[in-house]
């Protein structure tokens, strides 16, 4: 059979560099026994969607800290789905301001989290919405 | 008595100390916890006293300001001749709208002008490019071409005003540019004053915007530092950072030992290109960042103008003491600040810029209390000044040179904190200098090691964070005002680019970009050449593009 493990893409779309979180959080999970494959930076959304296709994944994470979320996100969303990736999650972080939140889950963005969010509540909300765990 | 039988009596009283007041009181009510740590997680004792600096020599460890080593600061009467530079950084949305902050800092009494650039301009892309979608203008001033800046420097005089420019990888794009406008302003560049940051290690480091592979990128700078020696001598060509170091996770010895280590690097590629050292290092300037931890901030910056004394000496033969005197700016940790309770972020910064004036920094910039959630409302801008200003004026740091010199503590962790830097020295030294040790990814991994654990301490509360992992609250009355930028810069700065692209001489423009290709080939300094393709308004995105033929373009390696 093959690996069970939950698998997560974490991707920075975007030209921002700030990746400590991103890097943070890659260790958090593959310590917690996920597979995690980090894109690097500045990926374009057409590259982190064919990156996840490419690698089966069950969790697609976000990290944008300049601001283009709005702009960024809403589009992996939309090519995620064109590319039917229905049932994989698709979260987000960084610096993103609280009212900006509802209208980024109205677009398809499943979670949020901003500075502050303990690494074991990202892993719990992994392990608790991803597909394979769920199957 | 002999200084001897001082040493021993004080060990011995220092023993008898512990046996009989020490004991009882640690029996009766223990300490809270085994080991106390420091913000970077480095140990720290109970009590500093005369024996926890063996070896100790006024004169030769620290000596008195303004003299080497220079730990107890560069000017002889501190702050009491001339206050420090209060440099606030800003910079957002179009060139017009930075131009009215510049303006409002400037009326309420800042001293200096600090340039924020935004992601498309720092990664060398024009604001229409495809990569810039939704990043124009967002953390940032976006400046495409000689016709923004003029915009964004109308009415601010360049040879009253000094004005640093964070920017590094085409920063000998934007240097000519800024240069091109003091021109137009009929300033003299012998007497145009700034800094611009222009360190391209710490980007394959830590903040990671980078265009050219380094040892090309490192040619660019190697051009700029000539060519302000020479052209410019009033500018810093360089201002050598560990602020985002620190931000990407790094400890204070980290920070230190790194940004010195980039420091020796410069120094090492100027003299190879033929400089001499002393024509140059003069005009070398620092960075950092001051974090949470009070005294460990005080003892980095003593440390790191002992060191760069002991560098510029031993390493490089300097002769003339300005090029044995670290000057730095400082900016408050951005990492530090919380979006739960914002408003505790003017406390935070507060503390942090006083450590940053008790270190004895040449300028400062104080983060605003709402940058955890966006870029500074004018409300929260203001009150960061004010802070510095309150420092300034009423709370008598500023009255006595280096005021913590001879405490135990901070001599002892300013020991420490030479002693550490140097240990990662040798082991740089080892890969073959800097660069190989980026190549193979060392100061990265150092980074992210020290990043994940500050983690680790915070998630299970080792480290308590005031508003995030204590003390929450879990409806917050606060609500602050915050900055918004939409994409209204885009799009006008879309029309002001086909507007430029329409009506400049595209044929000047042309022979300007090929002479830059042909001229960085046959290794000229590019800087002469970048200054005439600004004049003929070359776009930014279109100088970079004319480099990387020459240059290639930098990958960076997964770790």
């Keep these: 059979m093959a690996d069970e493990r939950i698998r997560v893409l974490l991707a920075k779309p975007g030209l921002d560099g700030h990746d400590r979180g991103v890097k943070v959080i890659a260790r958090a999970l593959r310590d917690a026994g996920m597979e995690v494959i980090y894109t690097g930076l500045r990926q374009t959304p057409e590259q982190v969607v064919s990156a996840s296709l490419q690698e089966d994944v069950d969790a697609i994470g976000l990290s944008i800290l300049s601001g283009a979320h709005m702009t960024l996100f809403p589009r992996v969303v939309e090519l995620a789905r064109q590319a039917g990736l229905d049932d994989v999650i698709i979260f987000g972080g960084g610096i993103i301001p609280d009212e900006d939140i509802p209208r980024l889950k109205e677009l398809g963005v499943s979670e949020i989290f901003t500075p502050g969010t303990r690494m074991e509540d990202i892993i719990a909300y992994i392990r608790q919405h991803a597909r394979r765990a769920q199957s | 008595m002999s200084a001897t039988d001082v040493t021993n009596r004080l060990q011995e009283a220092e023993m008898e ?338 450590a940053g004036v008790l270190g004895g920094t040449q300028s400062l910039h104080t983060d605003a209390y709402d940058e955890a959630l966006a870029l500074p409302s004018d409300e929260a801008a203001l009150i960061a000044l004010r802070t510095q200003q309150i420092i300034a004026h009423e709370s008598g740091a500023a009255n006595v040179v280096d005021p913590l010199g001879g405490s135990y503590f901070i001599e002892k962790l300013t020991r420490e904190m030479e002693e550490g830097a140097f240990d990662y020295f040798r082991k740089i030294d080892d890969f073959g200098g800097m660069i190989e040790a980026i190549d193979a990814g060392f100061p990265q991994r150092e980074i992210q090691d020290s990043a994940y654990h500050y983690q680790l301490a915070v998630d299970s509360k080792d480290k308590i964070i005031v508003g995030l992992n204590d003390y929450v609250m879990k409806d917050e009355p606060v609500q602050i005002p915050l900055l918004q930028i939409d994409e209204s810069t885009a799009k006008l700065q879309a029309e002001r680019l086909a507007k430029l692209r329409a009506e400049r001489d595209g044929k000047r423009v042309a022979e300007t970009l090929k002479a830059l290709t042909d001229g960085a080939r046959q290794g000229h300094n590019t800087m002469y050449l970048l200054l005439d393709c600004v004049r003929a308004y070359a776009t930014l995105g279109e100088m970079c593009d004319a480099l990387r033929p020459v240059y290639g373009e930098y990958q960076e390696p997964a770790f």
């Design chain 2, 17 to 354: 100390w512990e046996e009989r007041t020490l004991k009882p009181v640690l029996k009766k009510t223990p300490e809270s916890r085994q080991v106390f740590t420091t913000t970077s997680l480095a140990p720290v004792e109970r009590l500093y006293t005369p024996n926890s600096l063996p070896d100790f020599d006024y004169e030769t460890d620290l000596g008195f300001p303004g003299q080497p080593p220079y730990t107890r600061g560069i000017h002889a009467t501190g702050y009491r001749g001339k206050l420090w530079t209060m440099r606030q950084f800003a910079g957002f949305g179009s060139a017009f709208d930075t131009n009215q902050r510049f303006k409002y800092l400037l009326e309420h009494g800042q001293t200096g002008l600090s340039t924020a650039f935004d992601l498309p301009t720092l990664m060398g892309y024009d604001s229409d490019h495809p990569f810039s979608e939704g990043e124009v203008g967002k953390c940032g001033v976006a400046i495409s071409s000689l016709a923004d800046m003029e915009v964004l420097f109308d009415g601010i005089p360049l040879e009253q005003v000094t004005t640093s420019m964070t920017i590094n990888a085409p920063a000998s794009m934007i240097l000519a540019m800024f240069l091109v406008v003091a021109e137009k302003q009929g300033a003299d560049w012998q007497r145009v004053g700034g800094t611009l940051q222009n360190d391209i290690l710490k980007e394959y480091i830590a903040q990671k915007e980078w265009i050219y592979p380094p040892r090309q990128a490192m040619r660019l700078i190697v051009d700029t530092v000539e060519f302000c020696t020479k052209e410019a001598p009033k500018f810093n060509p360089i201002s050598i950072s560990g602020y985002h170091i620190r931000e990407a996770g790094s400890t204070a010895l980290q920070e230190l030992a790194f940004t010195l280590r980039d420091g020796i690097e410069y120094v090492q590629y100027c003299v190879n290109h033929g400089l001499d050292v002393d024509d140059f290092a003069p005009r070398l300037s620092f960075f950092f960042n001051s974090h949470n931890d009070f005294f460990e901030e005080i003892a980095k910056y003593r440390a790191a103008r002992r060191i760069w004394h002991k560098v510029m000496t031993e390493r490089f033969g300097a002769k003339s003491p300005r090029s044995w005197a670290l000057r730095f700016h400082t900016q408050t940790a951005g990492v530090s600040l919380t979006a739960q309770q914002p408003l505790n972020n003017i406390v935070r910064v507060a503390i942090q810029a006083l």
